[in-house]
């Protein structure tokens, strides 16, 4: 029997003349956390849908317990024991945790015993330390439940091989040290495990050893105790990166945005926003740390003109010091009141790009609507594409290749770098570097910074809360839907913000 549970040997796959993986063999052992490393677009995902059955490889070998096998569809990786769990999870809402652990379930009846299959799912919970109530509906839980449930039904369905895409990022401090000692009871229990991180401090708390790719080819494989944020770094990008976040000390910060007792209601009917005030200042960034649904896209999105809500939401004009409200005004009206606002969505291409264009259509969007003839004049975003090509380092092969086929650190530098040029006085922007890697973050820090030494209000949303204490100069913490606290960044730690994301902070 192979100590190995899974071996790649010359692993190839082309999308047609782009190679997103390049040659790459690897193992993973059995009772191992292996952690795999590398910029976006480097084939982190595409090998590992392979290993999953989402792509078949152009060329090489997938081992699984030494022999040799063809993965050609999930279900061919459930019958090997591979389970991925992916960053958007597969749960259907209104069933239960045990009826979404039991779903698809082959079987000799098409009569289920929900009774003795639960008795069976406990025991599996409480074999590695899980927290999960099997009858709570999958509507009521928080993202770190729903990510338990998509964990234990892989290892219902018998994973012996468990491959994790980011997953901590929207957990809480809390609830990401609980996950680690779940995957840790797992590894001793022989389970081999595979997490695809950006975070290098949790790679170093959690692997035993770290593979890096880079360019769709794989560099090597390190033991995780010889290795260090700085090493690994330099082994995904080929060179030496500063790793430490630049924070200006604010300098003659004014009122921009006053946000006084801001109510919103979701689609659902349920406050997503509850009741939030909070003042943004011109010349510093305020950091937004909240679990995922804490109100924190709504509350962005009220003040760019697309939510409706109660309350109020002024804007101060730098030039005269006068008040505008916002609150119950749509983005066009916003814009034509002279607001200068630039917002940067959580759904890059949902709702801030748009897929099929290439970088001038997405540019012209912003500004269509000061052309005078029925012709658009493209010259000026044809200029701007150029600029934030360059000025961005975008990876494209022409400004007129259809962003939707850009990596994700691409799209967002491209949406970035058209909020910027409109030089707004307030920017706002939502998970600004979600799955971005380290070289592509960084860039985006920086433009961030560059806004805030101009005098623009900035404020962040973010879930990386080590990057929130470095980057912003005031924190503010949303607990369902409510303000639980504002910090200064400076003095703050990890885990009391943690706290007040879980309410178990005192609320101000």
Do not use: W
């Amino acid at each position: 029997m192979s100590e190995n549970a899974i071996e790649l040997k010359g692993i190839c796959k082309y999308f047609g003349k782009v190679t997103a993986n390049d040659n790459i063999s690897l193992t993973v052992k059995k009772g191992e956390i292996l952690s795999l490393l590398g910029e976006n677009g480097s084939g982190k995902t595409t090998l590992m849908n392979m290993l999953s059955g989402i792509y078949f490889p152009d060329k090489g070998q997938i081992l699984v317990d030494g022999e040799e096998v063809t993965i050609r569809s999930p279900k061919d990786a459930y019958r090997l024991g591979i389970g991925m769990i992916h960053q958007h999870f597969k749960l259907i809402d209104i069933f239960t945790a045990a009826e979404n652990i039991i779903l698809g379930q082959e079987g000799q009846s098409q009569i289920i015993n929900l009774k003795a299959v639960t008795a069976d799912i406990e025991k599996l919970i409480h074999r590695y330390g899980f927290q999960l109530d099997l009858n709570k509906k999958i509507y009521d839980m928080s993202v770190s439940e729903k990510q338990t449930v998509e964990i234990v039904k892989m290892l219902y369905r018998g994973a012996n091989l468990l491959i994790l895409d980011e997953p901590t990022a929207v957990l809480t401090p809390q609830e990401t040290e609980h996950l680690f000692g779940v995957l840790r009871n797992m590894k001793q229990d022989g389970k081999a495990i595979i997490i695809i991180t950006h975070k290098l401090h949790e790679v170093l708390s959690i692997s035993d050893r770290v593979s890096i790719l880079r360019k769709g080819a794989y560099i090597g494989t390190v033991e995780t105790k010889d290795a260090t944020e700085q090493s690994l770094t330099e082994m995904m990008v080929g060179e030496k990166v500063s790793l430490n976040i630049d924070r200006p000390t604010p300098h003659n910060t004014r009122k921009c945005l006053e946000v006084k007792h801001l109510t919103c209601i979701n689609k659902y009917g349920v406050k997503a926003v509850d009741n939030v005030s909070f003042t943004a200042l011109g010349g510093e960034i305020l950091g937004i740390a909240g679990i995922a649904g804490s109100g924190q896209k709504e509350l962005l999105e009220a003040i760019a003109g697309l939510q409706e809500g109660d309350g109020s939401i002024l804007f101060t004009d730098p030039a005269t010091g006068e008040e505008e409200e916002l609150l119950g005004k749509d983005p066009l009206e916003i814009k034509k009141m002279g607001v200068s606002l630039a917002f940067v969505p959580e759904d890059r291409l949902g709702m801030g790009l748009v897929g099929d264009m290439g970088m001038p259509g997405n540019m012209m969007i912003r500004s269509y609507r000061n052309g005078k003839s029925a012709l658009l004049e493209q010259r000026g975003p044809r200029q701007l594409s150029e600029k934030v090509k360059e000025e961005l380092e975008v990876v494209t092969p022409s400004i007129s290749y259809p962003v939707r086929r850009l990596s994700g650190g691409n799209v967002q530098k491209v949406l970035v770098g058209r909020e910027i040029s409109n030089s707004p006085k307030l920017l706002m922007t939502a998970y600004a570097v979600r799955g971005l890697d380290i070289n592509t973050s960084y860039a985006i820090y920086h433009l961030l910074n560059e806004q805030k030494e101009k005098g623009v209000a900035v404020v962040y949303v973010g879930e990386d809360l080590d990057v929130l204490l470095e980057l912003s100069d005031r924190i503010l913490v949303l607990c369902g839907g409510r303000v639980s606290g504002i910090l200064d960044a400076r003095t703050a730690t990890k885990e009391a913000i943690g706290l007040l994301m879980t309410k178990h902070g005192e609320e101000n």
